[in-house]
Every structure is written in C-alpha cells, then in structure tokens.
C-alpha cells in the first residue's frame, strides 16, 4: 500500500472531524473519496498530503510511518503533490505557474523547460506555455493547477474536488483527461468529490464518508451495486428503497410480498432497493420467468433526462419505473392507466 490512514482522530474546537478513520490505498490506483459537503474529505485529505497533522492514529507512506515533523516527514512530503479546490494562479505565465515548485526545488534550467513542456502536451495545453495566467478560463485554469501538480512527478497526487463550479462541458473534459493521465502515468490518484457521477467516472476503488466516518470501502462496482445501508442506497442514487422484513428467499414491502435472489437466510427488518430501470411495464399479464408480478395505477409520468419516470401505486406502494420515449409511445398510457408491472428476483438489492 502506498498510503496507509490507521484510526485517525481530529478534533477542532471541541467538534469531531474525523472519528477513527481507516484507508488502505493501493499503488498505482484511482481512490475516490466520497460523501457530501462537510462529511470530512477535505480535512482527510490535507492529513494525506501530510499538510496537517491528526491528533491520534498513524499515517503511512509506502509501509513506513511517516513521522510528525523533522526532515523525514519534509522529504516524505515532497512525495506527494495537491491540487486544490480553489487553485490559485500566480502573476506570469502558464509555463511559469507550472514550473513554480521546479524553481523551489532547484531542478536545473534544461530539465525545467523539458519536463515543463512534455506536462503541457500531458495536460492538454500544448501553446499555452506563453499565455497570461490571469486570462485562462475556469476550465483551462484546473488543468493548469493539475499540471503544476504533475510536473513534480509525485508518487501520489491529491485532487480535492476538481471540478466544482465548472461548466457540465469543461467538467467532462477535465474529467476524461484526469482519467487518461493517470493510464499514461500509473501515478496513484486520491481525489475527494460530492459528486457519485463524477466518481464513477474516473475511480477504481472508493470510500463514502457521513460524519467524519467512513461508511463503506470497495471497488466502484461494490458502492454501486451492493451498498451495505440505507445512506449508502441513497448516496449513490438508488431508487425504490423501502423497508422490508425478511424471511428466507422472500421479503414483506408494505403489503406486497416480494421474491429476490439473495443470501437466503437473511432475516428480519432491512431495506431493499427495487431499480426503476430493471423494472418492465405492459398492459396485460405477461408470460414470464420473472417471479414478481403486480398489478398497479399510473399516479404520475415525468420526463428524467432522457428517458421517462412512470410512477405507479401498487397496494400501498409507490413504484418508480424508468421507460424510453418509444416504450411510453407504445403503451400509450397516463395517469389512471392500469398496468401490470414485472422484475426479477435477481434485480432486488438488499441491505
């Protein structure tokens, strides 16, 4: 592991920032730290960059403790580089910004101006080298920051929510570029972002934090796809979460029994998420294998981007369904419109 956070405590003012926090961070990853807007990332952040310091636990760096000051920790530092929420550009040129920490570290002219250009091409800035740093748009500007950072070659590199307050166009941008130099460089990426979306987009492997906490560790595909609690559901989007109570390969929603296909002695009081998308809609009963079969009321169709949300009162159920615009123009329904509703065991997410 490159970096190692073990059972870190921060208390400011008497507030509980970070409350036993642990991360394993593997070499040559894309780590996504998630949660929304002051669950903690920022502050866990700068403890990984090694700019503050945790009132307990220890931080580890390529298996070694790195220690609380002294040259270790200054040469352990140098290590690891950060691009910052709100990246500041300096007076001069975008070659002289990036070449900014090259200069403190007394990296010779020649090896300056070389590693300089070969970051602007890296970076996406090829001939903005002589460009005015004051004129460069929001956009232009984070790859500016992401460069600055990058030329230093660092082991790890610290992205705190690069893409907040862009522009849906720049974001994307910004992110497919993040993402493509980190498969050139293999260097080891930790960003911090409130956006699931944005997270998917790059990440590997990821954390959600809620309250100075951390809530669950996994791969994309295992935050996504098998959250471990209600918040978990909810943070990365799911739909049709209800409470349940478990009994064997069935589980009690409200009135409705309902099949799924997972661990088979899970009982009690939990909660299962039904997707809108796994969820079909016809207007009679449907020959099938699918084990959930219902009979409900259109309440409401709402377009949801580009796609259709088709709400539907089933017993004392509210079921969100997500259709195309061909589907709705096919069943030619609306609200009041009957409808038989059908989904898979196997699309049933339990925690």
Wanted: proline share 3%.
């Amino acid at each position: 592991m490159i970096l190692q956070l073990k059972d870190i405590q921060l208390t400011r003012e008497k507030n509980r920032i970070l409350n036993g926090v642990s991360l394993d961070i593997a070499e040559g990853c894309f780590f996504v730290l998630m949660g929304p807007t002051g669950c903690g990332k920022t502050t866990l952040l700068r403890l990984a960059g090694l700019l503050e310091r945790p009132d307990s636990g220890d931080i580890l760096f390529n298996g070694s403790v790195v220690p609380r000051r002294g040259s270790e920790l200054l040469k352990t530092r140098r290590r690891v580089a950060t691009m910052f929420q709100s990246p500041v550009m300096f007076r001069g040129t975008v070659f002289s910004n990036i070449a900014w920490g090259l200069k403190i570290r007394r990296i010779p002219q020649s090896e300056m101006v070389n590693r300089v250009e070969q970051i602007l091409e890296l970076a996406g800035l090829s001939g903005f080298g002589e460009r005015d740093a004051s004129t460069l748009s929001g956009g232009e500007m984070r790859r500016t920051a992401l460069a600055r950072a990058l030329v230093l070659e660092p082991d790890l590199l610290i992205l705190d929510e690069p893409t907040t307050s862009l522009d849906p166009a720049f974001k994307r941008d910004l992110l497919t570029r993040i993402k493509e130099i980190h498969a050139e460089t293999g260097t080891t990426f930790l960003m911090a972002t409130h956006d699931f979306t944005d997270a998917l987009a790059v990440g590997t492997r990821g954390a959600v934090m809620r309250g100075g906490l951390i809530e669950q560790t996994g791969s994309m595909d295992e935050i996504l796809f098998k959250p471990e609690n209600h918040f978990m559901a909810s943070f990365t989007g799911m739909r049709n979460i209800f409470p349940a109570e478990f009994s064997g390969s069935e589980a009690r929603v409200g009135e409705l029994d309902v099949a799924h296909s997972g661990k088979g002695d899970k009982t009690g009081h939990g909660f299962l998420a039904i997707p809108p998308e796994a969820v079909v809609l016809s207007l009679s009963t449907r020959v099938t294998s699918e084990r959930n079969r219902f009979t409900g009321t259109v309440s409401s169709i709402e377009r949801h981007g580009t796609n259709w949300d088709v709400v539907v009162a089933v017993a004392d159920l509210s079921l969100t369904v997500a259709i195309t615009t061909g589907a709705l123009d096919e069943l030619s329904i609306s609200s009041g419109s009957r409808i038989h509703i059908s989904f898979k065991a196997s699309a049933v997410r339990l925690f």
